[in-house]
């Protein structure tokens, strides 16, 4: 890993003899509190997540921001007498970000770095809260009238004890006319086997296609933001020891809106059981959250924005989700604080803190 930050930085410099250097780095905290023992819920185990988590980067940061290569780590931490739990996690990337639009990132980087989180029936709260980090590779291109980014990220080594794991991920979205907007998400969950392996353990796909219609109505309305979204949900998925393909399909829909304070977030999906080798595979090979493993499902987020600005988010929410089998509640506290060398600079001006918000992690 040495080599390979070296090999980076001297290429980078040997590119750039005269560019303008300069120190950057940054700070994430956040802390979450998540009460999952409410209602009558057999998809997800009445559990607590209460944990914080720190993660620090420095760096170096070439051309005006053209070239960056930054390192840290993520100290995850449950919030116990003790540091028993604790997991403390490598950052090392580079990070090219053009001016025509173009973005690639190379190496451990944060998650953060993507436009937007998978939705959760592809990437789910739990798994969210544990790996903040994607292992691999992630190229953007990013306009005033939107975006796409595809992702890979490797998630397990291949080894005696673990499975060979990989994900490819793809989200998009685009400004067609006035509020219209067409977009969607595709993933791809790769699960192979261990080194020596047993002759009853397959290699298993796992494939989601979601087309996405939109029309977004921020700052169009008395409120700070709507948006209502619905589209198709196509998987695919196989055990190759079976060798056939299982192809779920459903129907999605979805509503943000806020004003000031107050979020309301509303999902809604229809159609088969998304993940029929879950009850095989679990996490491993469906990454979403299991409650979509039903023919319907409802979520209700209500959130309260106690503190929002660009360096805080500090919310208080409740769910609650509703499918054709069980039903839970959760109660939520999360907040966040970011800081970074930019923002340091322009501490001062609290006109430029107070005129944005800082996106939640959860």
Known sequence: MHN???AILTLILSVSPLAAQEVVW????SSLINNREGGDDSATPD???????????AGLSLNDGEHVIKGGAVWYQPMIDDLSGYKVLPTLYYRYCGHDGWRVAVGMLPRTLMVERMPRYLWSDSLNYCQPNIRGIMAQFVKPAGYTE??????????????EAFTIMLNTDWRIAGPLKLGGHVQYSH????????????????LNINPMLSLDF????????????????????????VDRWERPAGFIATMTARWRWLQLDETFYAGERLMPLYSKFGSQLNLGDP???????????????IVSNRIVDLTGSLSLHVNSATTGFWQQIACRFYIDSDLWKRRHDRSHIKSGHLPSLY
């Open 150 to 163: 595809l992702a890979v990220d490797w998630r397990q080594m291949q080894t005696e004890r673990q499975r």
């Open 191 to 206: 699960l192979a086997m261990r080194r020596h392996h047993a002759q009853d353990e397959h290699v298993n796909d796992d």
């Open 4 to 6: 390979w930050l070296i």
């Open 47 to 57: 559990q607590t997540f209460i944990f914080t988590r720190l993660a620090a980067e």
């Open 291 to 305: 409650y979509y493993n039903a023919k319907t499902y409802s979520r209700t987020d209500l959130t309260f924005h």
């Open 26 to 29: 940054s700070v994430d905290a």
């Open 218 to 241: 921020s700052h169009r309305t008395v409120l700070d933001s709507l948006r209502l979204s619905a589209g198709a949900i196509i998987a695919m998925q196989r055990d190759r020891g």
